[in-house]
């Protein structure tokens, strides 16, 4: 299995622009999870999915961002526009279940956003 | 609120030493608990994970903990530490009032000089 795969690793943008991030599940994982690394804050849950529906958006900073997930084997983190508070590392995670703790969360590569 | 400590943010100790990472949480009823590591320049991934049962709990590459319910504690320990074992471990918690959500600590960044 190759994991959670997402793309790009690294966007490096300027303020004002659109920038979207990508995640693919990891297969038959029903569960999708959009976390926010920095170092200020730590790890912060964005917004969660089961079944490609969005269940808890709660995190999710403000209206400039917003995440899609139109079918089961992919999803869309879009910032827009991008402001440079914004930098920070995107990760994905997905899981098997219904989003219980239960279900191990496997954690993609990471998106390194830059924006200046 | 529900919240996570991790009381040392930076950790240096020398190879062979033994390890113990301290993992507080805030939350009285029942309680899953988390171990992650992240390897420089990796992703996050999980090193052991506690929901019921033995509270002494051993994960992959050696590693340990030990949830003490009274203490409200969920310590990662290994007793010889290896160069590699260099990267950041985050505590996580999950409470049953809410299914899916993990309450992260904000991470202990361990250096083991070789």
């Known amino acids: 299995d190759a994991g959670v795969i997402q793309s790009p690793r690294h966007e490096v943008t300027e303020m004002g622009q659109e920038v979207t991030l990508r995640c693919k599940p990891i297969s038959g994982h029903n569960s999708l999870f959009w976390y926010r690394q920095t170092m200020m804050r730590g790890l912060e849950l964005l917004i969660y999915?089961?079944?490609?529906?969005?269940?808890?958006d709660s995190g999710m900073p403000e209206d400039r961002f917003s995440a899609k997930m139109p079918n089961a084997s992919f999803s869309t983190l879009k910032i827009q526009p991008s402001e440079p508070r914004d930098s920070a590392v995107y990760f994905c995670a997905s899981s098997g279940g219904l989003g219980f703790a239960s279900d191990t969360q496997y954690f993609g590569p990471g998106t390194r956003l830059t924006v200046l | 609120a529900q919240s996570v400590s991790q009381h040392n943010h930076h950790v240096i100790l020398s190879e062979a030493a033994s390890l113990e990472l301290g993992c507080n949480y805030s939350y009285g009823g029942t309680v899953n608990l988390f171990w992650y590591v992240q390897y420089p320049g990796q992703h996050l991934q999980l090193l052991l994970k506690?929901?019921?049962?033995d509270p002494l709990v051993k994960g992959i590459k050696g590693f340990e903990a030990e949830f003490i319910k009274s203490k409200f504690s969920f310590n990662l320990r290994k007793p010889s530490v290896q160069w590699s074992d260099t990267a950041e471990y985050f505590c996580a918690v999950n409470a049953d009032s809410s299914n899916y959500q993990l309450i992260w600590g904000a991470g202990t960044k361990l250096i083991i000089k070789p």
């Open positions: 506690y929901f019921s049962g």
């Open positions: 999915f089961n079944n490609n529906v969005p269940i808890d």
